[in-house]
């Protein structure tokens, strides 16, 4: 199975960009489809940007379109989330995920394995 380390994470400042990391180790990350969620504090994990395993098709929730972006390096075994424009609503525990069912569903049930996550906190 894989194991997945997410990295890149800090104090930022809103306005700032930031590139989170996702190190896969044991297999090959285009074995899976990949997803970046985040949670904050009293709220639900949710979704953010996926990639499919097999193609460089990407999904992006509705709230974060055009500020994120999720891309892939496969001879560096890794899964990296852009972030454009921080803002103070951004700061949360962000994790990526790896899935080996069907592209199509972006929820937390559908992904099988989770990194430890990285922290990202944006100061106004």
């Known amino acids: 199975q894989v194991q997945l380390v997410e990295s890149g994470g800090g104090l930022m400042q809103a306005g700032d960009s930031l590139t989170l990391s996702c190190a896969a180790s044991?297999?090959?990350?285009?074995?899976?489809?990949v997803g970046w969620f985040r949670q904050a504090p009293g709220k639900e994990r949710e979704f953010l940007a996926a990639?499919?395993?097999?193609?460089?098709?990407?999904e992006y929730a509705d709230s974060v379109k055009g500020r994120f972006v999720i891309y892939r390096d496969n001879a560096k075994n890794t899964v990296y989330l852009e972030i454009l424009a921080l803002k103070p609503e951004d700061t949360a525990t962000y994790y990526c995920?790896?899935?080996?069912?069907?592209?199509?569903?972006?929820?937390?049930?559908?992904?099988?394995?989770w990194g430890q996550g990285t922290q990202v906190t944006v100061s106004s």
């Open positions: 995920a790896a899935s080996d069912a069907r592209w199509g569903r972006f929820v937390v049930t559908e992904y099988n394995y």
């Open positions: 044991g297999r090959t990350i285009t074995t899976y489809n």
């Open positions: 990639i499919r395993r097999d193609f460089d098709i990407t």
